[in-house]
């Protein structure tokens, strides 16, 4: 499965955003400028579409890049629709 196989880099992302949360707590609790603010909010939503994007590329992949069987194809394509749909709210 991509998400153990990927899990070192998967863990990586995980950790810079939460630092990058971190960061932005802080300039919210020292009443930081509104512009760096902004862009901290900004770089942590980059770095979690970056690690939305790499789910999806393994997954998609493994499971139906590689996938033999045209049912779970469509079965899996159906799950990694639904999940893009509720993500793109």
Do not use: W
């Not at 509104?34 to 980059?46: E, F, N, S, W, Y």
């Not at 033999?68 to 793109?88: C, G, I, N």
């Amino acid at each position: 499965m991509h998400t153990i196989r990927d899990k070192a880099r998967l863990l990586a992302r995980v950790r810079r955003i939460q630092g990058q949360a971190a960061a932005l707590e802080r300039q919210l609790d020292q009443e930081g400028d509104c512009v760096a603010v902004l862009q901290q909010i900004a770089a942590i939503r980059g770095a979690v579409n970056g690690l939305m994007a790499a789910v999806i590329e393994g997954h998609l992949t493994d499971h139906l890049v590689q996938e033999p069987a045209l049912e779970r194809r469509q079965q899996e394509f159906d799950v990694v629709a639904q999940v893009l749909k509720s993500y793109l709210k």
